[in-house]
């Protein structure tokens, strides 16, 4: 067997699995081979090194290891709420050791009078700990030997059931390692594991699975993290790398149909933040090298304009440019705006989504192959095998994480001589690391900062209890001429309930407000008549927006001021922050209103105040990767990238930064890894398949 033949064998060949568990580890945990295996690591430790006294107690253990004597046992209640209770007692104090399940055959094994290692989580109730269902074992000499730390697995209910739980993924584990532990190679070069004072491969997985103590595991977690964001930013940025020298760009250096539109047409000061942006953009789409950039930039920053700047640099150029975005609505919107602009400098322009009339697109197409239109807006139909342009210059694609990679080569190839410069943008605020880690193969401009005249929308938290306060609010903000959104939680799992939800909401607001004209949009109703709806709020033919999240995106009424977040607790910070973007788009003060039960978890409440204390997305969106992690966050899922074996880009922000400056370092100095230094690097990239995402893996 080939030295990496080994972590390729089937996981079914290791004594102790056999094909019946392989199926399960197959299907349960996506545990093929030995090298999938070795890879599961612990998500935490039980810390068998050190003996508590029961005097020692408190509530914020949360396992402990006791030694004792079982002093009396008796069996409490009766049927169902039938319990064996245990006194254990160290000298110190006792503690009742409490079983709910499995009592007959418990009753046997705890005997009184004879000592135990007990092993659980203390509860207090009044000022009594109790222990339910602990581990229990016999009292040795050997316990006294210095303990260990018990790697603790993820698993389900279903391997659970088939008693593969935590303990006997440990024993495969072990079985696994008396094998592999010579077959386990380097794959960072000597002197960077001196620079960075970090342990070797090899003895990091076994300190990954069976720590000597606290010491050795922080050790191995600090390896295999760094490793793992190692290799994951040298591939990005090699492919960035590639990029640039493989793909060559359009030169555009005629600026002056910008000139004309800054000196004429500008229809309000850009801030400082605008004109960083477009400097950084006009120098890619000078460079001869095809720009792949990000624009960040929060709901209401003005990143629409700095798209229309960088379609003139283009247009003045000679070329064509499309705007491709995830909702007709969406289209619709930009279509809108920038049809104002562009009309005001003599620029043809068109839309086209799935719902524009045959004879239009046929006039659309004309247009685009003979080079007359210059400015293409749409949905996905943009990508179809008929949308041929004359010179395609620049390619814009807003919120990009609706879109997939294919989708977005598909633009690139529309043009056959030069790949188009392309300009991703979004509104959803990524927090750096993240951003290093989805989109690190593109650089990044952010808009920070809001257009003059915008006044910070006001957040404000509110119990269920102040419900009359809120509506009271709500008639004055009407009578002086506003409107509001109340908005709804969707939750997948029970459409009926939430509709139920909706609809009882929306009658009890009839009742409260009998005189005044309401919409309601919610998933369940027909595109047509959402349309007609949102269309109506627009319009200011109604003056309160019932709906669902379906309006986080697209609708722009500059008149609304009010944005109503009912049961609030139940949505992530970032949606909560997409959702007060809909409100303070015109000169009023706007406001946010988040309505809660009084009853919340921990983390519901740290969003709530983080929503309440701060307007700044870029904030709220790493205080939502430390509180969800990135799995979560919009789009990251498809993407693969966040395909992480250890390392957590919530927590490891310094881990994550350090190891892409030295990648950059090392390809700075050795672009193709030629250096003797860097073979070990180069070994472990020939090792991994070319579609691998996570470099870092054992192969």
């Known amino acids: 067997m080939s030295k990496h033949g080994f972590f390729d064998s089937p996981v079914e060949y290791l004594k102790g699995v056999g094909p019946q568990r392989a199926a399960l580890l197959n299907k349960e945990l996506q545990i093929f081979t030995f090298g999938d295996l070795i890879q599961h690591y612990p998500f935490r430790y039980e810390d068998r090194t050190t003996f508590y006294t029961i005097q020692a107690l408190n509530d914020e253990m949360p396992y402990v290891q006791l030694k004792g004597k079982i002093s009396r046992k008796t069996l409490v209640g009766a049927g169902h709420k039938k319990r064996l209770v245990a006194f254990l007692d160290d000298g110190t104090g006792t503690v009742e050791l409490v079983w709910f399940k499995g009592i007959k055959w418990v009753q046997d094994k705890v005997l009184e009078g004879i000592d135990y290692v007990v092993f659980g989580k203390p509860q207090r109730y009044a000022n009594k700990f109790s222990i339910p269902h602990p581990e229990l074992e016999v009292y040795a000499p050997k316990h006294d030997q210095g303990g260990y730390l018990q790697p ?75 490793e793992e964001l190692f290799f994951i930013q040298l591939r990005l940025l090699k492919l960035k790398l590639v990029r640039k020298y493989k793909f060559r760009g359009k030169i555009f ?112 197409h004309e247009g685009l192959r003979s080079g007359a239109l210059k400015i293409l807006i749409g949905t996905h139909a943009l990508l179809e095998e008929e949308v041929q342009f004359h010179d395609l210059g ?48 593109l650089d990044v401009s ?177 205080t939502d990767l430390q509180l969800r992690g990135p799995g979560d966050l919009m789009g990251t899922q498809q993407s693969g990238v966040l395909d992480l074996l250890i390392a957590d880009l919530g927590k490891d922000s310094q881990v994550l930064t350090m190891a892409r400056e030295i990648a950059k370092r090392i390809l700075d100095e050795d672009p193709d890894l030629q250096l003797p230094v860097n073979r070990m690097i180069r070994e472990q990239i020939d090792r991994m398949s070319k579609t691998a995402v996570n470099w870092s893996r054992i192969s």
């Open 446 to 622: 952010v808009i920070d900062e809001l257009p003059a005249g915008r006044k910070p929308i006001k957040t404000v938290h509110k119990y269920d209890s102040h419900r009359l306060e809120v509506n009271a609010f709500i008639r004055q903000q009407i009578e002086s001429g506003r409107q509001i959104y109340i908005v709804y939680p969707l939750i997948d799992e029970s459409e009926k309930l939430d509709l139920k939800h909706l609809m009882d909401g929306y009658e009890s607001i009839c009742r409260a407000f009998p005189e005044v004209a309401l919409s309601i949009v919610h998933g369940k109703m027909k595109p047509e008549a959402k349309e007609y709806e949102m269309a109506r709020f627009s319009k200011g033919d109604t003056k309160i927006m019932v709906a669902t999240t379906v309006i986080e995106v697209g609708v722009n009424v500059p008149n609304a001021s009010v944005m109503i977040i009912e049961n609030a607790e139940r949505f992530g910070l970032s949606q909560l922050h997409q959702l007060r973007g809909r409100v303070g788009r015109g000169a009023e003060q706007s406001y946010c209103i988040l309505m809660t039960d009084i009853k919340l978890s921990a983390d519901s409440r740290k969003r709530i105040q983080t929503m309440v204390r701060t307007n700044n997305g870029f904030e709220i969106a790493e």
């Open 152 to 226: 603790v697995y993820s698993i389900t209910e279903k391997l659970r059931n088939r008693y593969l739980d935590s303990k006997a993924i440990s024993k495969l584990q072990q079985e696994l390692l008396t094998h592999a532990r010579d077959k386990i190679h380097e794959t960072l070069p000597d002197a960077l594991l001196r620079q960075l004072k970090l342990t070797d491969k090899r003895d990091a997985i076994i300190n990954i699975h069976f720590p000597k103590d606290h010491e050795a595991l922080t050790r191995a977690q600090n390896r295999l993290k760094f």
């Open 253 to 364: 250096n005629d600026a002056s149909l910008l000139t004309e539109f800054y000196n004429t047409q500008l229809p309000f000061p850009l801030t400082n933040a605008q004109k960083r942006v477009i400097k950084e953009i006009y120098a890619d789409m000078r460079s001869g090298q095809q720009m792949n950039r990000l624009l960040q930039g929060d709901v209401g920053s003005g990143k629409t304009i700095v798209a229309f700047v960088c379609m003139l640099i283009a247009i003045g150029g000679g070329s064509q440019c499309a705007l491709m975005a995830p909702t007709e609505i969406l289209a619709q919107q930009h279509f809108k705006t920038l049809s104002e602009l562009a009309d005001a400098m003599r620029i043809p322009i068109a839309l086209l989504t799935g719902s524009t009339k045959r004879s239009d697109r046929t006039s659309v």
């Open 394 to 441: 620049l390619a814009i694609i807003d919120e990009q994480h609706r879109f997939g990679v294919a989708q977005r080569s598909k633009l690139w190839s529309k043009n056959k001589t030069t790949y188009p410069h392309v300009l991703v943008m979004t509104a959803t605020p990524i927090p750096r690391t993240l951003a290093m880690t989805l989109y690190g193969d």
